[in-house]
């Protein structure tokens, strides 16, 4: 089971740098995370949701690449054709399945459910930042300290009890109105 948790900081740039953070402990392998992604709420009170994994262009390269080598495979029976109209081929198959590539990035939404960030940082005040986690593993005793020295208010934990009360301690937070699940 995966664990997802929230944590919201006095301001913009905190949880990116978390983020961060998180990235460098995952080279260490002390935490195998599934997705994470920062609402961040800007003076004007506009909330922006920042993705850790880009799908949209993900799936525009690899649907580039697949697009390419059909192109090729198409033309490959055909080795009379002009190069210029071999290359035409192969670069509007690539065109065509870098364009569907990222539709279907575009429309596949993997790992934490946007509504669900939506709702929890509906009230978020201006000029914060809320980092979501989704880990399927970690290393509670190596990444909590680490996570710890950026301070932070638990938001929403799916951790038992006695885990999130540790966590709790550790970011040194009394957070209100936090719910788990």
Known sequence: MSTLIAVTYPNEQRAQ???AELRRLESQYLIDLEDA???????DGKPRLHQSVDLTQAGAVNGAFWG???G????LPFPFLAPLAWMGIAAATAGIGAAGGALL????????DDAFMQNLTANMTPGTSTLF??????????VEPDLAKFGGQLLYTNLNKE??????AQLGSGAQGTTSG
């Not at 090729?72 to 033309?75: E, K, N, V």
């Not at 986690?133 to 190596?142: E, K, W």
């Open 163 to 168: 885990a999130e009360d540790k966590l709790r």
């Open 133 to 142: 986690i989704l880990a399927r593993s970690v290393t509670y005793d190596r």
């Open 105 to 112: 990035g575009k429309a596949s939404d993997l790992g934490i």
């Open 37 to 43: 992604v920062y609402v961040t709420k800007d003076s």
């Open 72 to 75: 090729l495979l198409i033309t």
């Open 17 to 19: 740098e978390v983020l």
């Open 68 to 70: 390419l080598l059909i």
